[in-house]
């Protein structure tokens, strides 16, 4: 199971000098199996401490020194921790279960600065949101992890060939029509699997449709099974209701009315701001577009929302693998999927050290309505997204927007084979759905 994030895991190591990490994303895409892979192959001794399987640890990190904490963790685990040629990586796993230790991590910085240190939580987001003053400032560095990447896919069931078709494309090239159908293939398998690392193992391991969907099944019940741990900011059914309508509403303008009309707005907003701390969906803000960067001008109160992964949205709302056999290639739920799918390699798309974010465009005007799926910026140059399920859609609101905001690009994503068109004052680049992690590579 390699991830792409192991080579910038390499590249933190290697800086001088190096802040502590702090590893956040949403429970069970990886962040526990991707440190100790990197501790246990790139350290001479790894230490792992998970406070959530053992809080007491977090009683030697209160009110004492660096130097007398670390004297006590090496007491425990018989690794020296304090030498600074000590080629030793000390993970904290876990840590939104002892929030009190976040500050300890700006001492290791300052006094034991070759000491290697990674921290990393689920919920910690959502933990820091009540204790923002834990968090240490400028003393460490942040690293966001997401679900498994279409190429991560592709490699972990050995296609090989493929990954290499989409890794090498390049404007202007072409795929062969063989070849296309294979990855069109390999992309609608992603939409009903998804990123998650043991929903990817398992299929990869076992070809079985069934028991991914067993795993997705169990993974949003673990995420249903964390809300009772919201319970002191917020009503646990309220948090599932608004889980629920996360899934039903993919790709639609976000209205607090969906998720019940006898829930409240600020309550709905409560709610999906801590579901979104805990990285379970993200918030796709409306941006003017007139220049960057888009989050300039971006609305809090107009947004779309994205689900964390595109299989666990298939399996929150039910789909089964022979319904996108029986409803069609890439018509499932008119295109709400591919614009997830395409979405969520968007956010991840980043640097790992940049938080994610999305915008879109819309205008709403009584009978001169127009939309444009996502809206990214390259530089100082802006490109809009459209994303459609199948080969066939306009592009009306495309044009628009092209037109006044005199872009001189845009992008459709579609399941046809690349191509490049000139229209009358743009360039339209068409790309399929497969390559939709390699956007920012092919514009560049």
């Not at 390499?10 to 440190?35: C, D, I, M, N």
């Not at 796993?93 to 600065?113: G, N, S, T």
């Not at 971006?298 to 992964?309: G, N, T």
């Amino acid at each position: 199971m390699k991830r792409t994030a192991y080579n910038e895991l390499l590249e933190w190591k290697k800086r001088t000098p190096r802040k502590p990490l702090l590893l956040r994303g949403a429970r069970q895409v990886g962040k526990s199996f991707l440190v100790r892979e990197f501790g246990k192959k790139e350290f001479k001794a790894f230490v792992e401490i998970n406070f959530e399987r053992n809080p007491e640890f977090s009683k030697i990190f209160h009110g004492g020194t660096t130097d007398g904490v670390l004297q006590q963790l090496e007491t425990h685990f018989n690794v020296p921790l304090r030498k600074p040629e000590t080629d030793v990586l000390l993970f904290l796993d876990e840590i939104q279960a002892a929030p009190l230790v976040l500050p300890q991590l700006r001492y290791f910085h300052e006094e034991y600065p070759g000491l290697a240190v990674v921290a990393a939580g689920s919920l910690l987001d959502a933990v820091l949101t009540d204790e923002p003053q834990s968090m240490p400032v400028g003393r460490v560095e942040y690293f966001f992890l997401g679900p498994m990447s279409f190429e991560e896919f592709l490699e972990a069931k050995g296609n090989a060939g493929l990954l290499e078709t989409i890794s090498k494309y390049a404007l202007g090239g072409k795929v062969p029509e063989f070849i296309h159908g294979k990855l069109l293939e390999a992309t609608r398998e992603f939409f009903f699997v998804g990123g998650m690392p043991e929903a990817v193992a398992t299929y990869a391991a076992t070809h079985s449709l069934l028991e991914v969907e067993r795993i997705k099944q169990s993974i949003l019940s673990t995420y249903q099974d964390d809300f009772y741990k919201y319970a002191p900011r917020t009503h646990s059914e309220r948090l599932r209701k608004v889980f629920r309508a996360i899934t039903r509403h993919i790709g639609e303008k976000w209205k607090h009315v969906r998720v019940g009309a006898e829930e409240r707005s600020r309550d709905v907003k409560r709610a999906l701001d801590l579901l979104e701390a805990a990285r379970v969906c993200y918030r796709v803000r409306h941006s003017a577009a007139n220049g960057v960067p888009l989050g300039a001008e971006a609305r809090e109160d107009f947004f779309k929302v994205l689900f964390l992964d595109v299989g666990l949205a298939c399996g929150a709302s039910g789909l089964e693998w022979k319904d996108l056999l029986d409803i069609g290639f890439f018509s499932v739920a008119q295109g709400a999927y591919a614009e997830q799918f395409v979405g969520q390699h968007l956010l991840y798309g980043l640097a790992p050290w940049r938080e994610p974010e999305l915008h879109y465009w819309a205008r709403e005007r009584r009978g001169a309505s127009a939309e444009v799926d996502y809206v990214i910026s390259k530089g100082a140059e802006i490109i809009p997204i459209e994303v459609k399920a199948g080969k066939a859609g306009t592009l009306k609101s495309l044009r628009l927007f092209v037109d006044e905001k005199k872009v001189g690009r845009a992008v459709r994503f579609n399941a046809e084979p690349p191509s490049m068109l000139r229209e009358k004052d743009f360039e339209l680049v068409s790309l399929p759905l497969y390559l939709a992690s390699q956007l920012r590579r092919i514009v560049g």
